[in-house]
């Protein structure tokens, strides 16, 4: 199992271009999320999704989009990028309401 | 708002002796509680967990410690060794949503 992978490791982007982040399980999760790790902020939860074709908002949603087609995926999008989303996302999954596996992250940096 | 709090951005111990890193929080539906441990440029890995209907739970060198009274959480570590020099997480959880709220984190350093 590799567990919960996302690509790219590294992204620098200039304002207002676009991008996907990946992220991906084989474990058979039905829930994953997205978060974001800023200094002194800790992780905060983007979306969310609880299976295939179900997703929802979590703390920090505005500028990101996402969405569920697979059991396996969960890319995260962002629009139109912008200076504060200069951040480390790490995405999750979990088979049930207690653990949470997270992938090794992407750090973004946007100019 | 902040619904999990971790006071303490930093916490020096001696290699040998006792850690104890602090969590509180505010919102009484959440009904299980995690740590987690991060090195950097990794991923936060689970550590331990405990549910509300018990105040400790024991993992090897870990334990959890919870006051639901004082909406209060700590995490013991003993003996503390170098290696767990990382930055360790709060998070808690209530209801079948999944979703977690996590504290600011603690970063820890055992000096040998």
């Known amino acids: 199992n590799a567990g919960v992978t996302q690509t790219p490791k590294f992204q620098v982007l200039k304002t207002g271009q676009s991008m996907t982040l990946q992220c991906a399980q084989d474990m058979n999760h039905e829930y994953m999320s997205w978060y974001r790790q800023d200094p002194g902020m800790g992780l905060r939860l983007i979306h969310y999704?609880?299976?295939?074709?179900?997703?929802d908002q979590g703390e920090v949603p505005n500028g990101y989009n996402v969405s569920r087609s697979t059991t396996e995926d969960f890319p995260l999008r962002l629009l139109s990028a912008a200076p504060s989303q200069t951040s480390v996302y790490f995405c999750?999954?979990?088979?049930?309401?207690?653990?949470?596996?997270f992938g090794p992250g992407t750090r973004l940096t946007v100019l | 708002d902040q619904q999990v709090k971790q006071n303490s951005p930093s916490l020096s111990v001696q290699e040998g002796r006792i850690s104890i890193l602090n969590c509180d929080y505010t919102?009484?539906?959440?009904?299980?509680f995690l740590w987690y441990k991060k090195y950097p440029a990794e991923g936060p890995t689970f550590l331990i967990s405990i549910s509300s209907i018990k105040d400790k739970n024991e993992d090897g060198r870990f334990t959890v410690f919870l006051n639901k009274s004082a909406k209060h959480l700590s995490l013991h570590i003993v003996p503390s060794q170098p290696g767990d020099s990382a930055v360790y997480f709060c998070a808690a959880g209530g209801g079948s949503n999944y979703k977690l709220t996590f504290g600011k984190g603690t970063l820890l350093t055992v000096n040998p």
């Open positions: 999750a999954s979990s088979a049930n309401a207690d653990t949470q596996y």
């Open positions: 999704s609880v299976g295939a074709g179900i997703t």
């Open positions: 919102n009484s539906m959440f009904d299980y």
